[in-house]
């Protein structure tokens, strides 16, 4: 679990039983959307957001079966969830493709249930699909990485449709950007984004 500072733990403990609500990924004219889960999701949406063509990043939950889940639910690892972003943004700007290269960029895809020091299954790698186009371009990326051997173990992440997503509590929205000072921050979650940086082919803002 994240260490996260004691008010805002204690906020939790005490609102735990608060829902979220079903973000819609229905996008502006002119816009698209992609959802991907890769372990915390205070790291996922600074990289993302990073991203050239991307207008937005969320904080939420998806990947399971369970409504209106709570961050404090999620964490029990038993709503069948993963902490994930959904990534608005401008295809005239940036592509899907480009997307997945910084989905797999930006973290080790090989570590079943696990991101850095964050362990259990709400902490696992899934690439969400909403068409089979969009399907055939994980599939081929990770065919890509296989061959290439870049990793010394098999990649692990989950090629899944993507479903309901729902959008974490306010506190975590923009986590990195309000809290550029917190423990987890300055250990985990900038350390992974400037690896990121250096990796990623792309162009970033």
Known sequence: ????????????VFSC???TKELSLKPKPGKAVAVFAEGCFWCSEHVFEAVYGVDEAVSGYSGGAAKNPSYHQVGTNTTGHAE???VFYDPKKVSYS???DAFFASQDPTTPNQQGPDIGSSYRSIAFYSNQNEKKIIQDKI??????????????????PVTAFYEAEDYHQDYVKHNPNQGY???????????????FKGKLK
């Open 143 to 160: 065919a890509s990485l296989t061959a290439a051997k870049i990793y010394a173990n098999p990649i692990v992440t989950e090629v899944k």
């Open 185 to 199: 921050v300055q250990g985990v979650s900038l350390p992974r984004f400037n690896k990121f940086k250096k990796t």
């Open 84 to 86: 994930a972003v959904a």
């Open 1 to 12: 679990m994240k260490t996260i500072p004691f008010l805002i733990l204690l906020l939790s």
């Open 98 to 100: 480009q997307l997945v």
């Open 17 to 19: 039983q608060s829902q």
